[in-house]
């Protein structure tokens, strides 16, 4: 098959050491104060682009976004909501004029439209429960919705009733009787994410309408908890058939990833089909042919196994035969479109440290690669045009249009051109170098942003989490190493085995050997860096990293005591046995150890952490959230415990209100201070 590269005329990201007098490096101010772009979608007549900016609002500590909208051949943007509340997830009417969003502007999550004159917002719905996803069919007739609602009751009104007698209990008491007790950062109440379907009215859909129970049949949350959105749901053409992604809610759901594609009528509601029930792995992200004979999904093959490789498979919706049509194409997908033609597909994944986009043949198998760097985090197929969102290490998320090949990429926003004017990016370049067993691993190398020719600098080491995933050309909220070269610090990242983008063999080799083989490659990877650039103060170096990173410091601190002079570990693994038996997400650990603790103790003890406590020296800041229910807030208490009887240098930043990320924008500032205030009390940049 011929793989065929399409490449933007960007800038080749040299590494360059001039710095202007005026000019500045990127600081955590400037990281959390940046416009984000994102659910950028094209019109059906291709002429207009919508897409929602977050702004900062540091006064009340939050995130807001409103919906804007450009030209598709570039121009000037224009807002089209305003408001307290967040207006989000927009999707375009069939004749291109109206944009449906969700806003809570009415006192709850509803469902509003806005046209394209900007006129006053019109709300849709106006039910007495909140919603929180949804999509239109293509003949704008109907619209299936997502709700949190408990799901013996018949109607809305009895969730609202429950919630009420549930607050006005004396007792605080909870039993369960299955897991999941818990899951990411919230305690299971009894509620459950269901689909409903409401015929499109021009005056408010209440409850009084006719509300159709779409994914009540399927005992699962639909879309999944907590990060599923309407990508697990799709309609048919004519808005008569739902297709979705659930798996279902039983005792062996923490062990489980076996989700399943099922076919549901509007006409038969209470008869879900499975359409996947032969494939015990992972099914999910149904999409609909433009044609509507053909529903393409991505579909894994090992079950128990949450980072195998995603596969498109395609059904004929006729004959019900299937095919995985990426099977021999040794890359994982994670988004699915259908051309307008539906003879090509584009798919999104990780590639070699970046994200990129291909347009896939169906008919030839002939690849279209649309970036050799950077991050292509989204993208709409129009008619005659291609808008996709791109960011980079030196550049949050910029929106772009192409031709349906990739040829003639164009910028169409310039968000943030004001506030980074004077701000100069570390210049980055990838390498690559011999790790475990001699194989090929890359990695990134960033430097400061006021770099000088002939001057050493000191190191920021950053490990990336997952384990199976990636340190790229990408332009991060939390991990972001323009913040350290800002700070005159040197960025190393090593995509280590297990990382993704590199094959999927490469990312399997991760299991059961959380010590050994990334380790080395860190290892090879920090040696190889030091060799290659001469500019890294090798004896001025600390390492950072946050959930398997944050293991693999407790790891580092163990078994490469005298590499660093600090650590800084955020919801870091520190004792193998009891994450198992504390941790949610059970089919994790027992696929990444071979089984549970009980069955394989020998597995999950070779790469313990807290077998090596004894060894420990380096000074290490320890952070962590309480609503962290992956990693619990017991593993950094005990990190902190043993750096404080052993009399190592340690401090403990803890969040009470944070889950497994630092989300609230003054959270992240304080995170970034502390952070940064321990690298500067062992680094030296003054050399």
Not at 315 to 342: A, Q
Not at 643 to 663: A, C, M, T
Request: overall charge positive.
């Amino acid at each position: 098959m011929k793989i065929k590269r399409i490449l933007p005329a960007f800038l080749f990201l040299g590494l360059t050491s001039t710095v202007l007098a005026d000019q500045k490096g990127f600081t955590v101010d400037d990281l959390v104060n940046l416009e984000r772009i994102s659910s950028a979608s094209i019109s059906p007549d291709d002429k207009n682009v919508v897409y929602v900016v977050r702004k900062t609002d540091m006064q009340n500590n939050r995130g807001r976004t409103d919906i804007w909208v450009s030209p598709t051949h570039g121009g000037k943007a224009k807002q089209l909501t305003s408001d307290l509340a967040s207006d989000h997830s927009p999707k375009w009417s069939k004749d291109s004029k109206q944009i449906y969003f969700l806003s809570s502007r009415s006192g709850s999550s509803q469902i509003w439209r806005v046209g394209l004159n900007g006129n006053k917002p019109i709300q849709v719905t106006d039910l007495s429960v909140d919603v929180t996803s949804f999509k239109i069919s293509s003949n704008n007739e109907q619209v299936v919705f997502s709700s949190r609602v408990y799901p013996e009751c018949k109607n809305f009104q009895c969730t609202v009733t429950k919630d009420k007698l549930e607050k006005e209990k004396q007792t605080s008491g909870v039993v369960y009787d299955k897991m999941f007790v818990r899951h990411w950062d919230h305690w299971i109440d009894g509620r459950q994410s269901q689909l409903f379907l409401i015929n499109l009215a021009y005056e408010k859909v209440s409850d009084s309408a006719k509300i159709i129970p779409i994914s009540k049949s399927v005992n699962a949350n639909v879309p999944s908890d907590p990060f599923g959105g309407d990508e697990e749901y799709e309609l048919s053409l004519d808005g008569g058939t739902v297709y979705f992604a659930a798996r279902i809610q039983d005792a062996m759901e923490p062990t489980s990833t076996n989700f399943d594609i099922y076919q549901v009528t509007v006409d038969s509601p209470s008869k879900a089909k499975n359409l996947t029930k032969s494939n015990k792995a992972w099914d999910t992200n149904p999409v609909v042919s433009n044609d509507g004979t053909k529903l393409a999904y991505l579909a894994m093959k090992r079950p128990g196994f949450e980072a195998d490789k995603f596969d498109v498979v395609i059904r004929d919706l006729k004959t019900g035969k299937s095919k995985r049509v990426t099977e021999d194409w040794d890359r994982s997908f994670g988004s699915i479109h259908f051309s307008k033609d539906d003879q090509s597909i584009y798919l999104k994944g990780n590639h070699l440290g970046t994200k990129a986009l291909w347009k896939y043949d169906l008919k030839t198998g002939n690849k279209t690669l649309f970036n050799k760097d950077g991050a292509i985090v989204g993208a709409s197929i129009g008619q005659n045009k291609v808008i996709f969102a791109k960011d980079s290490l030196k550049s949050p998320v910029q929106l772009y249009s192409s031709d349906l090949d990739g040829s003639n990429q164009k910028q169409l926003t310039f968000n943030n051109k004001e506030k980074l004017a004077k701000v100069k990016f570390g210049e980055y370049e990838q390498f690559k170098f011999k790790g475990w067993n001699d194989e090929i691993v890359h990695g990134y190398v960033v430097k400061p942003w006021n770099f000088k020719k002939g001057k050493k600098y000191p190191l920021a080491f950053l490990i990336h989490g997952g384990p199976q995933g990636s340190f790229g050309d990408h332009f991060h909220y939390r991990w972001n190493p323009q913040t350290y070269a800002g700070q005159g610090f040197v960025s190393v990242m090593i995509d280590f085995h297990g990382s993704t983008g590199y094959g999927q063999d490469f990312t399997d080799s991760i299991t059961q050997n959380w010590g050994s083989k990334p380790f080395e490659d860190l290892q090879k990877g920090l040696a190889f860096a030091l060799k290659k650039y001469d500019f890294i103060d090798g004896d001025n170096t600390c390492a950072l990293g946050a959930s398997y990173g944050g293991y693999m410091i407790n790891w580092i601190a163990g078994n490469w005591p005298d590499r660093f002079k600090c650590l800084v570990n955020h919801d870091g693994v520190f004792d193998n046995r009891m994450m198992y038996y504390a941790t949610e997400e059970l089919w994790f650990v027992e696929w990444e150890n071979g089984g549970p603790y009980f069955k394989a103790k020998e597995n999950h003890e070779r790469y313990n952490p807290v077998n090596f406590v004894n060894n420990w020296k380096t000074p290490m800041l320890v952070v962590q959230g309480e609503l962290d229910y992956r990693i619990p807030v017991t593993q950094s208490l005990a990190t902190f415990t043993a750096l404080q009887r052993k009399g190592i240098k340690s401090k403990l930043l803890y969040f009470p209100d944070e889950n497994h990320w630092v989300l609230k924008p003054a959270n992240s500032v304080q995170w970034h201070n502390e952070v940064n205030k321990w690298l500067h009390e062992f680094l030296d940049t003054k050399k």
